[in-house]
């Protein structure tokens, strides 16, 4: 069997057996892309991703353009405190600001140019129901060019916070997709859930390199404006119920933590009820120990902040794959992971941190571990040999293999 440099576990379920695709060293048989994925001005993981994943590609020589979206949530579904990033876009990508999530006309009118325009490829995001019916149309006007292939990048399948219309929406979407990139296997099982037949390749998430440089430990926290006789644990990305802050507070409060004079910096937005995570940090006198910086951080302030960690720790209590993962692979500092979704196959257990059960004491006794034993250095060093295995080139070289196997 041949596979591309560097890709790892194309599979397709095939009823009633798992068999492997056969897949043939990746070609370049495509030009033309259109990604379909939320892009700057918005904010966030996914549009991050989709913008280095096309500067990826065009380094290969392919011409792309993201359709985006211009009104991506109806504020009143939207947790957070804006949609729109005030960073500066990302030079040299095609983005166009065109579609509308709720508005049905929009979807047809895009689907259109895209039938019409006839890339070769069209890569969707998926990654919430909420977005199944916008875009599981735009798929199927797109593909009536009887030239277009389609690939969707499957963030999620269900989402970790359920909702009335979640699989309906679901099964709308998948129908006319060709194939699916899949980030972890979790997500592959739950795409069998709806197709036992659509080709998926499981691709790890790449590393995201494109939050800068790596900086000394002394920069960042100069830029914080915290002391350098504490050690610090990171916890990054924004706050949800799901990702378990309470868990890592919970564990801030062991005593055995306690005597490590470890702080804890919480970096990011809350999507959900403060109090909760308030409330906690009174119960177990934490004022002293946690650092909030719950406002969105802006891309030029992520790297100040996993420069300053020692540890970067995501509770999680359910899980797909985990950007920030890859954020902590790019900066080279060691994680704890919890055993949800596909946390396990990204971090391995003892080389480039922690993956743990479910709870507050054996997310402690990681840190415990880690700190008294003074694992920083090697598992440094193992993080930093793990980071090869998430090259952006292996996300395009998988996804031109897969392509080339709808052909």
């Not at 020692?310 to 790019?330: C, E, F, K, N």
Request: aromatic share 12%.
């Amino acid at each position: 069997m041949h596979f591309p440099k560097n890709a790892l576990n194309f599979s397709i379920f095939a009823v009633p057996n798992l068999e492997l695709l056969n897949l043939k060293p990746a070609t370049k048989n495509f030009k033309r892309v259109i990604i379909l994925s939320p892009a700057h001005p918005l904010r966030g993981g996914i549009a991050a991703f989709s913008e280095r994943l096309a500067q990826a590609f065009q380094q290969d020589g392919v011409e792309v353009t993201i359709y985006s979206f211009r009104l991506q949530y109806p504020n009143f579904l939207f947790p957070g405190k804006t949609q729109f990033t005030n960073d500066s876009p990302p030079r040299d990508l095609n983005i166009k600001t065109i579609i509308n999530s709720i508005n049905p006309l929009n979807w047809w009118r895009v689907g259109k140019m895209i039938q019409r325009e006839k890339p070769d490829l069209l890569i969707v995001r998926y990654w919430l129901p909420f977005m199944g019916p916008a875009l599981g149309t735009i798929a199927r006007m797109a593909k009536r060019n009887r030239h277009t292939k389609i690939i969707a990048i499957a963030d999620n399948i269900l989402p970790h916070e359920k909702h009335l219309g979640d699989r309906l929406f679901t099964t709308y979407f998948i129908k006319p997709i060709d194939a699916f990139v899949v980030m972890s296997k979790a997500v592959e099982e739950e795409l069998r859930l709806f197709s036992k037949t659509k080709p998926a390749a499981f691709l790890p998430h790449p590393i995201y390199d494109n939050y800068g440089e790596i900086v000394t430990r002394t920069v960042a926290l100069q830029y914080l404006q915290l002391s350098e006789n504490e050690r610090y644990i990171l916890f990054f990305g924004f706050i949800r119920k799901y990702k378990g802050l309470d868990l890592l507070l919970e564990a801030m409060a062991d005593e055995r933590v306690r005597n490590l004079s470890i702080k804890l910096i919480v970096a990011g937005e809350h999507y959900d009820n403060p109090e909760l995570y308030q409330n906690l940090i009174i119960k177990y006198n934490l004022a002293e120990r946690v650092i909030l910086h719950t406002d969105f951080i802006p891309n030029d302030a992520v790297k100040y902040y996993f420069g300053a960690a020692d540890l970067v720790v995501q509770p999680y209590r359910s899980a797909t794959q985990s950007g920030i993962s890859q954020m902590a692979y790019h900066f080279e500092k060691p994680m704890v992971v919890t055993k949800v979704g596909g946390l396990s196959e990204i971090v391995p257990h003892g080389k480039a941190g922690y993956v743990v059960d479910v709870n507050a004491k054996a997310i402690a006794d990681a840190i415990v571990d880690f700190f008294e034993n003074n694992r920083a250095a090697a598992m440094e060093a193992g993080v930093r040999e793990e980071k090869k295995r998430f090259e952006w080139s292996t996300m395009v070289e998988g996804i031109e293999a897969l392509f080339q196997e709808l052909k």
